[in-house]
């Protein structure tokens, strides 16, 4: 009885933290579906050169993963800032590898953004446009590759539109 009011009170928790961290962040860790990060990786191929990627927002760490084993010679890393999907994804990476795959806990929108780097992400609108500040503010030179949601006021080089439901589109930029 006593592991049972364990168990739920634990589920309570884990439930409790994802939500507040949607809250708090404006989007929950809504994983990228299997086509998105097929095309992604294939754009990534193409034009996202051959240095570390960084999976801005990595959520329970998939989309990140799936390129880790699509591009076993790069490092691929994942930012997250909720505390369950990053306990998850690392957990998962420290199980399983593969060995090119990391995540810290960061908050991205704060992390200065590394010039000459790879950067995937699938954001929001809120999120892009705080992008597209950082991108300016910082005189980021790279690579973008976003699922979904486009940067402001920026030009895309690729807009990609996948075979989903959704019709989703994911956008190429590169800055130099
Ligand atoms: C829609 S999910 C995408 C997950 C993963 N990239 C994928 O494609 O499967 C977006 C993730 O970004 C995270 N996120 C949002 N704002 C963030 C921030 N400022 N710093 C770090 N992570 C953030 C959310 O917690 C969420 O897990």
């Known amino acids: 009885m006593i592991l049972l009011v364990i168990l739920v009170f634990l589920l309570f928790l884990i439930a409790g933290s994802v939500i507040l961290a949607t809250l708090r962040l404006s989007i929950p860790p809504m994983p990228s579906n299997r086509m998105m990060r097929a095309q992604a990786g294939a754009l990534l191929r193409d034009y996202g050169g051959t240095g570390p990627v960084t999976d801005l927002g990595s959520g329970w760490g998939g989309f990140a993963r799936s390129l880790a084993l699509a591009f076993p010679d790069r490092q691929v890393r994942g930012m997250e800032l909720s505390l369950v999907p990053f306990f998850c994804s690392r957990a998962v990476c420290a199980l399983a590898g593969p060995g090119n795959l990391s995540f810290a806990r960061k908050n ?16 929001s609108t809120m999120h892009m446009t705080r992008l597209s500040r950082k991108i300016t503010d910082e005189g980021f030179t790279g690579t973008i590759i976003s699922l979904v949601f486009a940067l402001h006021g920026v030009q895309p080089e690729v807009s990609s539109e996948i075979d989903d439901f959704y019709r989703s589109r994911i956008y190429v930029y590169r800055f130099d």
């Open 108 to 123: 991205v929108l704060k992390e200065p953004l590394v010039s000459g780097s790879t950067y995937v992400c699938y954001l």
